[in-house]
């Protein structure tokens, strides 16, 4: 339930305690108690302005919690991170959120120091997980889309599940209501004004909620034959008799199934959606036009591959949920709560007949 007892005036002094009279609710913290803000009731911020890994913590039964809002500001290249999730032991909601200054690090998941270690504990221990991430990707200027792409493949390899691109916030600040699966990027202030303004918050909660998670397991025999596809192509690459000109194309290809390869271990539809479609348009999958060597032709074994890695995740992500998990039955996300249409009783009935 929502705590009836916040004052929406206390909000403006959000920034102002740091490090002041610092308590949690129940669960577990990563980083120092001067990069917390616990003195506001119901509200914890997260500062990520000091040297360090950033703070991390996991409040567990959110729903019974007092906290209502977690929030943190100065997302420049850092990776403002909320995770809900469900333990699977007490079956009730806890909560994952951080400001991760050094994400992608490749030993952000062992660095006991580092809140994405903390992260990766929580989807590896929790069902129904729901992910909503974000930085100030604007910085960037022309390579926006493409860094935010590379922090999404990152994200979802750190993780091991799906991050999901539409739930990719450009933004450098963030005010999550954990209660209500709400994300907004601003300040708590302007935030909390938003969220009592919003009519269909809880048609939006319902959307996130149909979006949860559960397990994914890779089928064996699609990542076996992927594995040797690479292999056979890299040792095409190096024979001393092969037709030098295809050198490109090699590369090209290895390249493309090997991001293949991780996007399918985790699930990350994203990625294996977007060369499923260009092997069935028979486009490039990148900016380079030369990427369409990739696909010799639409019978060729990189295409089969590609699109039998595509349509084995997105059939064991739809069956995650009742209403197809956030993903419509042509292949492409629910692009918002508007057209999220759930299942009545008797179609649900009907379907198991």
């Given at each position: 339930m929502y705590s009836k007892e916040l004052n929406p005036d206390t909000l403006y002094s959000c920034d102002h305690?740091?490090?002041?009279?610092?308590?949690?609710?129940?669960?577990?913290?990563?980083?120092?108690?001067?990069?917390?803000?616990?003195?506001?009731?119901?509200?914890?911020?997260?500062?990520?302005?000091?040297?360090?890994?950033?703070?991390?913590?996991?409040?567990?039964?959110?729903?019974?919690?007092?906290?209502?809002?977690?929030?943190?500001?100065?997302?420049?290249?850092?990776?403002?991170?909320?995770?809900?999730?469900?333990?699977?032991?007490?079956?009730?909601?806890?909560?994952?959120?951080?400001?991760?200054?050094?994400?992608?690090?490749?030993?952000?998941?062992?660095?006991?120091?580092?809140?994405?270690?903390?992260?990766?504990?929580?989807?590896?221990?929790?069902?129904?997980?729901?992910?909503?991430?974000?930085?100030?990707?604007?910085?960037?200027?022309?390579?926006?889309?493409?860094?935010?792409?590379?922090?999404?493949?990152?994200?979802?390899?750190?993780?091991?599940?799906?991050?999901?691109?539409?739930?990719?916030?450009?933004?450098?600040?963030?005010?999550?209501?954990?209660?209500?699966?709400?994300?907004?990027?601003?300040?708590?202030?302007?935030?909390?004004?938003?969220?009592?303004?919003d009519n269909n918050r809880e048609r939006k909660k319902e959307f996130s909620d149909s979006k949860q998670l559960g397990e994914y397991k890779p089928d064996p025999s699609i990542e076996g034959e992927i594995r040797l596809h690479i292999a056979a192509l890299r040792k095409d690459r190096t024979s001393s008799a092969r037709l030098y000109h295809q050198d490109k194309k090699r590369d090209l290809k290895i390249q493309a199934l090997t991001e293949i390869l991780e996007a399918y271990h985790v699930g990350n539809y994203d990625v294996l959606r977007q060369y499923q479609r260009a092997a069935e348009e028979n486009k490039s999958p990148y900016m380079d036009p030369d990427g369409k060597k990739i696909w010799d032709s639409t019978q060729g074994k990189t295409v089969e591959l590609a699109q039998k890695a595509a349509q084995d995740a997105f059939n064991k992500i739809r069956d995650m949920g009742k209403d197809g998990c956030g993903l419509q039955e042509n292949g492409e996300p629910i692009p918002t709560y508007r057209q999220y249409h759930p299942k009545t009783n008797s179609e649900l009935s009907s379907s198991f007949l």
């Amino acid at each position: 339930m929502y705590s009836k007892e916040l004052n929406p005036d206390t909000l403006y002094s959000c920034d102002h305690y740091w490090g002041n009279d610092v308590s949690f609710p129940k669960g577990t913290q990563v980083g120092k108690d001067s990069w917390f803000e616990t003195k506001i009731d119901h509200v914890i911020g997260l500062s990520g302005n000091d040297t360090g890994e950033g703070p991390g913590l996991v409040i567990e039964d959110i729903e019974h919690s007092d906290v209502d809002i977690l929030w943190t500001s100065g997302l420049n290249g850092c990776m403002g991170l909320a995770i809900l999730g469900i333990n699977p032991v007490t079956k009730k909601t806890d909560v994952f959120f951080t400001h991760a200054r050094h994400y992608e690090k490749n030993d952000a998941t062992t660095d006991k120091d580092n809140p994405m270690s903390l992260a990766r504990q929580f989807v590896q221990s929790h069902e129904g997980i729901r992910v909503f991430w974000g930085t100030d990707f604007t910085k960037y200027g022309s390579q926006t889309d493409a860094k935010r792409q590379e922090a999404q493949k990152k994200l979802s390899n750190t993780l091991g599940c799906w991050v999901r691109s539409d739930d990719c916030f450009n933004t450098a600040e963030m005010t999550f209501f954990p209660k209500h699966s709400l994300l907004i990027p601003k300040l708590p202030p302007s935030a909390y004004k938003d969220y009592k303004e919003d009519n269909n918050r809880e048609r939006k909660k319902e959307f996130s909620d149909s979006k949860q998670l559960g397990e994914y397991k890779p089928d064996p025999s699609i990542e076996g034959e992927i594995r040797l596809h690479i292999a056979a192509l890299r040792k095409d690459r190096t024979s001393s008799a092969r037709l030098y000109h295809q050198d490109k194309k090699r590369d090209l290809k290895i390249q493309a199934l090997t991001e293949i390869l991780e996007a399918y271990h985790v699930g990350n539809y994203d990625v294996l959606r977007q060369y499923q479609r260009a092997a069935e348009e028979n486009k490039s999958p990148y900016m380079d036009p030369d990427g369409k060597k990739i696909w010799d032709s639409t019978q060729g074994k990189t295409v089969e591959l590609a699109q039998k890695a595509a349509q084995d995740a997105f059939n064991k992500i739809r069956d995650m949920g009742k209403d197809g998990c956030g993903l419509q039955e042509n292949g492409e996300p629910i692009p918002t709560y508007r057209q999220y249409h759930p299942k009545t009783n008797s179609e649900l009935s009907s379907s198991f007949l």
